[in-house]
Nanobody, 121 residues
Framework: QVQLVESGGGLVQAGDSLNLSCVGS????????IGWFRQAPGKEREFVAS????????YYADSGKGRFTISRDNLKKTVYLQMNSLKPEDTAIYYC??????????????WGQGTQVTVSS
């Protein structure tokens, strides 16, 4: 089974950018639709963005529209989440998951371990 590993999180100031990566462990990763979710302390996990297996379609939560961009490079077995103009309310653990584009946690059956994003004001 494919394993997902996120990286790229960190501590940044409001207005800064981060580029998160989700790397798959096997070549079959290229067949999977991938979603990004986030979970802030005391809150439920929420949808951020998703992308089809070939990158042809992308979807965004309203919170990230215009600021976040999801993309993928199947040769590198990697999905990216470019986050610009970060806000303190973007602070959360960010997870990538497979294999859906739906904005619902229970549509995904494979998850990474998460990467922490902290945005200071």
């Amino acid at each position: 089974q494919v394993q997902l590993v996120e990286s790229g999180g960190g501590l940044v100031q409001a207005g800064d950018s981060l580029n998160l990566s989700c790397v798959g462990s096997r070549r079959t990763f290229s067949r999977y639709a991938i979603g990004w979710f986030r979970q802030a302390p005391g809150k439920e996990r929420e949808f951020v963005a998703s992308i089809t297996w070939n990158g042809g379609l992308t979807y965004y939560a309203d919170s990230g529209k215009g600021r976040f961009t999801i993309s993928r490079d199947n040769l590198k077995k990697t999905v990216y989440l470019q986050m610009n103009s970060l806000k303190p309310e973007d602070t959360a653990i960010y997870y990538c998951a497979a294999d859906s584009t739906a904005p619902y946690v229970n549509e995904y059956d494979l998850w990474g371990q998460g990467t922490q994003v902290t945005v200071s004001s």
